[in-house]
Nanobody, 118 residues
């Protein structure tokens, strides 16, 4: 059974930093791509960052140079370091993983709220 537990959100002023964590069980982060998505009120969920099994990373243009995704294989945990936060980064952030079981099966964390004040 795959379980993803998101944490680390909070309230921060513009220009501040937060680090989100995604603790995984039932799936090995070292050999599976892990994603961070976010969803702001009234908007669609968007992909923010990905770390592939080989360790390569990709970012949405809106967060490049400010956010860094990483993982700790020993803790089976993925992180999202968010620096230079802007009010438009305000959203619920979700950790995501998926498996191919004939069809794609997605797994989601419960979400963690990030609020950035101007």
């Amino acid at each position: 059974q795959v379980q993803l537990v998101d944490s680390g959100g909070g309230f921060v002023q513009a220009g501040g930093s937060l680090r989100l964590s995604c603790a995984a069980s039932g799936i090995i982060v070292r050999i599976n791509a892990i994603n961070w998505y976010r969803q702001a009120p009234g908007k669609q969920r968007e992909l923010v960052a990905t770390i592939a099994s080989g360790g390569s990373t990709n970012y949405a243009d809106s967060v490049k140079g400010r956010f860094t995704i990483s993982r700790d294989n020993a803790k089976n945990t993925v992180y999202l370091q968010m620096n230079s936060l802007k009010p438009e980064d305000t959203a619920v952030y979700y950790c995501n993983a998926f498996k191919w079981l004939g069809v794609r099966r997605d797994y989601w964390g419960q979400g963690t709220q990030v609020t950035v004040s101007s």
